[in-house]
């Protein structure tokens, strides 16, 4: 210990084992918690669990939105008991730091967050559910699929909207890997996101598409690139940063799902100003308490129908009335889309 340490604000880039990389305006210092950061984790992370988000078996769970001010009133109210530090430090946090000598640090103080990317995490239970922040304080989500190798499934990419919708990130949407034959099934999709008004991008890294255009939008912002394994999110860094040298990955023969290579989320520096993390590749995605009340405006297309359902608890699966399943027969809201909602409300892993 040094007499007077001087006190450093920096960000997480990355972290494992209780050992954490932060970036401060002297340099990367490598850190450990403070005593005291420890204990506070430990007595959060064994608290009393979170209840269940929803329960297909339960009509306690129904909706009670009667127009956008409900929702509204509800952030402005979460948003308002967001002041306190996170229970767990992730990447993109913002911190205060001890320095105890030309390489390493204390931190001391975990600074409140302006935003995160939350998902449950793979190792969650009935009993007992854990939050897995992907990103803290990012202004951007790039969703990566791919045409084929392994080819995309819009489902899960439903769920990854909503997440972003839910957290009020913008998403762009990654179709990388363009080069490949792909069915006429996929463009269809992709224009489908477009009309609701979502951002597309087609990229190769193979014949160079897309690149410069997303290379652009990361400029000055800082994003979270994230999306199934094997998509190609790492060799898509690589291209649009190519000092990085992102170790990349093949996908499996055997299954046709993506071998991991990244093993959880890290912070990067971009050229163009701002910063990109890879995160690992995601197989299964379920959301992080997400209100059942709120996830139908998490659904861009429902938004002009909510509020207009014969009774003010509908739930949107099989009420009497509901507007929004008669915008589904009406050819009004797509069929598939509608499909993802109801399996993300009833809990359903895909």
Same mark, same amino acid.
């Given at each position: 210990m040094i007499n007077n340490p001087a006190q450093l604000t920096g960000m997480v880039l990355n972290g494992a084992h209780g050992i954490y990389d932060v970036h401060t305006d002297d340099g990367?210092? /490598?850190?450990?918690?403070?005593? !005291?950061? !420890? =204990?506070?984790?430990? #007595?959060?992370n064994t608290a009393k669990p979170v209840g269940k988000i929803r329960q297909s078996q339960q009509r306690n769970n129904k909706y009670d939105i009667q127009n956008q001010a409900a929702r509204v009133e509800r952030i402005e109210k979460r948003d308002s008991t967001e002041n306190a530090a996170p229970?767990?430090?992730? @990447?993109?946090d913002y911190v205060i730091i001890r320095r105890l000598d030309e390489t390493t640090g204390l931190i001391e103080e975990i600074l409140p967050? !302006?935003?995160?990317?939350? /998902?449950?995490?793979?190792?969650s239970t009935s009993k007992k559910l854990v939050q897995q922040t992907l990103l803290a304080n990012l202004n951007q989500v790039v969703v990566v699929f791919s045409t084929a190798q392994p080819e995309p499934h819009f489902g899960l990419l439903d769920r990854y909207l909503t997440i972003c919708e839910s957290a009020q990130l913008p998403p762009v949407i990654c179709i990388n890997k363009a080069d490949l034959p792909h069915s006429s099934y996929i463009?269809?999709?992709? =224009?489908?996101?477009?009309?609701?008004?979502?951002q597309v991008i087609f990229t190769s890294t193979q014949v160079e598409r897309g690149i410069d255009q997303l290379r652009d939008l990361? !400029?000055?912002?800082?994003t979270l690139f994230t999306g199934p394994s094997g998509v190609g999110k790492s060799s898509l860094v690589n291209a649009i940063e190519p000092g990085m040298a992102i170790r990349t990955g093949l996908v499996s023969d055997a299954t046709g799902k993506g071998k991991h290579t990244t093993t959880g989320? #890290?912070?990067?520096?971009l050229s163009v100003g701002g910063w990109l993390a890879d995160s690992a590749g995601i197989r299964a995605l379920a959301a992080w308490n997400i209100p059942p009340e709120e996830l139908a405006w998490c659904f861009v297309e429902f938004r002009p129908y909510i509020g207009e359902c014969l009774y003010g608890d509908c739930a949107h699966l099989d009420e009497e009335g509901c507007a929004i399943r008669q915008a589904v027969n009406d050819e009004l809201i797509?069929? /598939? /889309?509608?499909?993802?909602? @109801?399996?993300?409300?009833?809990?359903?892993?895909?």
């Open positions: 990367i210092l /490598r850190c450990t918690l403070r005593g !005291k950061l !420890k =204990k506070a984790f430990a #007595q959060a229970t767990r430090l992730s @990447v993109g967050r !302006k935003s995160e990317l939350s /998902r449950m995490d793979a190792g463009e269809e999709e992709t =224009k489908l996101y477009i009309t609701l008004g979502y990361l !400029k000055d912002h800082t989320s #890290q912070l990067y520096p797509y069929e /598939r /889309r509608y499909r993802s909602y @109801v399996r993300i409300y009833t809990g359903e892993e895909r």
